[in-house]
């Protein structure tokens, strides 16, 4: 699951190759995978699980 | 001038924070920032969107190296909800600031105070400078200083209700009864009540709608740049005493006989 919808990707995908897929890598955002932050540092070494509940999130206007 | 503030690592000398949402476009929203001379302005976290690639971004328009992002958690309403997105706004900016808000209750957007304490003890433990929004209660603020917090954000109303200082006194027991910053966070709504909190001793005013739901918002956000810079200069010169009766200010003796 990715923000909340279901995408099927080929396997083994590390967290920077998917942001790749959706040109995602360059932009500002950060990722959680099931409910845990994963450091922008280890994009690249954490891989992708099948059921995985993927969240990219980027700053939005938000208020006071 | 009036004098600058610390808020955890940080010297401000414009004490007012502003909001990014419910602005027109980002073009508005940067122009009002601007007009406001704000420092500091938050900013919510949320998904990407996935079907709008290449769409703009608002960290183009309010650059993290001209301005303080302060992430906030807007829409939390746990404890763990609002821990994990002030890690991941952590991971996004490169910021240890945290305007921490869980919310209790979706009619009023009230915080949910012991979700609040809760979550800003483990923030804190975790290095971050948590700026928690809490209602106007004393001893809630007293809490969150003695866990660590580097200021308290006491409501001033309700989020977007524009209905200004609703219980000045409160605000003051709380001046009163902590020593790091206050900052009156959501309930002001025109530049009377910016300056009213200021006038109070407050440290710094955080608003949003305020400014964005004017019908000209740039032109509320000077405004509000001049009622707090106003209110604080008051506030440091000393307010005159509140007399019932007129006291004459020009001389009483003198006076030409002109009957």
């Given at each position: 699951?990715?923000?909340?919808?279901?995408?099927?990707?080929?396997?083994?995908?590390?967290?920077?190759?998917?942001?790749?897929?959706?040109?995602l890598?360059?932009?500002?955002?950060?990722?959680a995978?099931?409910?845990?932050?994963?450091p922008?540092?280890?994009f690249?070494?954490?891989?992708?699980?099948?059921?995985?509940r993927?969240?990219?999130?980027?700053?939005v206007?938000?208020g006071? | 001038m009036?004098?600058?503030?610390?808020?955890?690592?940080?010297?401000?000398?414009?004490r007012?924070?502003?909001?990014?949402?419910?602005?027109?476009?980002?073009?508005?929203?940067?122009?009002a920032?601007?007009?406001?001379?704000?420092?500091?302005t938050?900013?919510a976290?949320?998904?990407?969107?996935?079907?709008?690639?290449?769409?703009?971004?608002?960290?183009?328009?309010?650059?993290?190296?001209?301005?303080?992002?302060?992430?906030?958690?807007?829409?939390?309403?746990?404890?763990?909800?609002?821990?994990?997105?002030?890690?991941?706004a952590r991971?996004?900016?490169d910021?240890?600031?945290?305007?921490?808000?869980?919310i209790?209750?979706?009619?009023?957007?009230?915080?949910?105070?012991?979700?609040?304490?809760?979550?800003?003890?483990?923030?804190?433990?975790?290095?971050?400078?948590?700026?928690?929004y809490i209602t106007?209660?004393?001893?809630?603020?007293?809490?969150?200083?003695?866990?660590?917090?580097?200021?308290?954000?006491?409501?001033?109303?309700p989020?977007?209700?524009?209905?200004g200082?609703?219980?000045p006194?409160?605000?003051?027991?709380?001046?009163?009864?902590?020593?790091?910053?206050?900052?009156?966070?959501?309930?002001?709504?025109?530049?009377?009540?910016?300056?009213?909190?200021?006038?109070?001793?407050?440290t710094?005013?955080?608003m949003s709608?305020?400014?964005?739901?004017?019908?000209d918002?740039?032109?509320?956000?000077?405004?509000?740049?001049?009622?707090?810079?106003?209110?604080?200069?008051?506030?440091?010169?000393?307010?005159?005493?509140?007399?019932?009766?007129?006291?004459?200010?020009?001389?009483?003796?003198?006076?030409?006989?002109?009957?």
């Amino acid at each position: 699951m990715l923000n909340g919808e279901s995408h099927s990707t080929p396997t083994p995908l590390s967290v920077l190759e998917l942001l790749q897929n959706f040109e995602l890598a360059k932009r500002r955002v950060a990722v959680a995978i099931n409910a845990e932050v994963v450091p922008r540092s280890r994009f690249a070494e954490v891989f992708i699980r099948d059921g995985d509940r993927i969240e990219v999130i980027q700053a939005v206007g938000g208020g006071a | 001038m009036t004098a600058s503030f610390k808020l955890g690592g940080l010297e401000l000398r414009s004490r007012l924070i502003v909001g990014s949402g419910k602005y027109k476009s980002f073009e508005e929203n940067r122009k009002a920032l601007d007009a406001s001379g704000a420092e500091m302005t938050t900013v919510a976290v949320r998904r990407v969107d996935l079907s709008a690639r290449g769409a703009g971004s608002l960290l183009e328009w309010i650059p993290p190296d001209r301005f303080h992002i302060l992430p906030n958690t807007a829409g939390c309403t746990t404890a763990k909800e609002a821990v994990t997105t002030a890690q991941l706004a952590r991971e996004l900016l490169d910021t240890p600031l945290v305007k921490l808000e869980v919310i209790g209750d979706p009619r009023t957007l009230f915080p949910d105070t012991t979700a609040t304490l809760e979550a800003a003890r483990i923030l804190v433990a975790d290095g971050f400078t948590v700026l928690p929004y809490i209602t106007d209660d004393p001893v809630a603020c007293m809490r969150l200083e003695e866990i660590g917090c580097a200021a308290v954000m006491p409501l001033g109303a309700p989020i977007g209700s524009g209905l200004g200082i609703r219980n000045p006194a409160n605000i003051r027991i709380i001046l009163e009864s902590v020593s790091c910053p206050v900052i009156v966070d959501a309930g002001v709504g025109t530049a009377s009540d910016a300056a009213i909190a200021m006038e109070l001793g407050c440290t710094a005013v955080l608003m949003s709608t305020g400014i964005a739901a004017a019908k000209d918002p740039v032109k509320m956000a000077h405004a509000m740049k001049l009622a707090v810079e106003a209110g604080r200069a008051a506030y440091e010169a000393g307010r005159m005493p509140r007399r019932l009766h007129a006291q004459a200010s020009s001389p009483e003796t003198g006076l030409a006989d002109l009957s």
